[in-house]
């Protein structure tokens, strides 16, 4: 796919990292600071809480993201625009997050600074994970045991049980390749999720057959849902005992989000 096309978000923010980015920005605060002071309707741009939060997403891609919470604060006090519109919340909510990480790396840095040249730092001795065959495991032992005491374990032999017939990608191919499918793209710098960025659909079977192509044209079927576009595969699919009583399975309500969306298909190339 096109990642000038598929990857907004990403290219603005590269952009935005530019040394003439950054004085377009601080320029934009300026004027915006200016129209603010103005206190006369800024030309038709906006109300004051509508300035504060422009003010507020110039400082962002600049990542000074205290400064962005100083004026996104003022615009929810303000009230139309901050006390009415979700998409400021949600920006207050990202500034608050982007900020605690910016003043943890800042505490870590200083921790790091603090050490002395000559410490020797010493990696943790890799653990050896006891293997299980399914067969002679029972729920009982692998909750008392393992669940419980928090120890590590790998089940071998299950996977061959879970379905009716060995998901290959050739009976993939033959279930469900006429379903239509969203696709994903590992895109660098991508603010994203995994950095996996919308990059259009397709029908399974051709993603299937695409996985083989160029590098550049990588793409990831991501986490989709099973029940609700695929009941046939669904159907086929029984969660090992020792993971049946998950806490999406548990909640009370049945309208619960990944309820009855879960479990998911994940197919990729190898790499991604």
Known sequence: ????????????????????????????????????????????????????????????????????????????????????????????????????????????????????????LHMPIPLQVERRAGEGLSFKEFFEEYALTHTPLIITGVVDHMTSMPWSLDYIKQAIGEKVAPLSCSVAGSLEWARLEPCGTSTVKAFIESLDGPQSELKYLFDWSLPLHCPELAKQLVIPKYFATDFLQRTRSRDSLYRNSWPSLFIAPAGI
């Open 1 to 120: 796919c096109s990642l000038v096309k598929y990857a907004i978000i990403s290219i603005k923010f590269e952009l935005s990292r530019l040394p003439e980015a950054k004085i377009f920005l601080e320029l934009r605060v300026e004027q915006l600071k200016a129209y603010l002071a103005e206190d006369s309707g800024a030309g038709g741009l906006g109300s004051d809480d509508e300035l504060h939060v422009a003010i507020a997403s110039c400082y962002q891609r600049m990542g000074r993201y205290k400064q962005a919470l100083n004026h996104v604060g003022q615009a929810l006090v303000a009230g139309r625009a901050g006390g009415e519109d979700k998409q400021v919340k949600w920006l207050h909510h990202v500034l608050l997050r982007q900020n605690g990480i910016e003043e943890r790396k800042m505490e870590l840095k200083e921790k790091l600074q603090e050490i002395k040249v000559n410490a020797l």
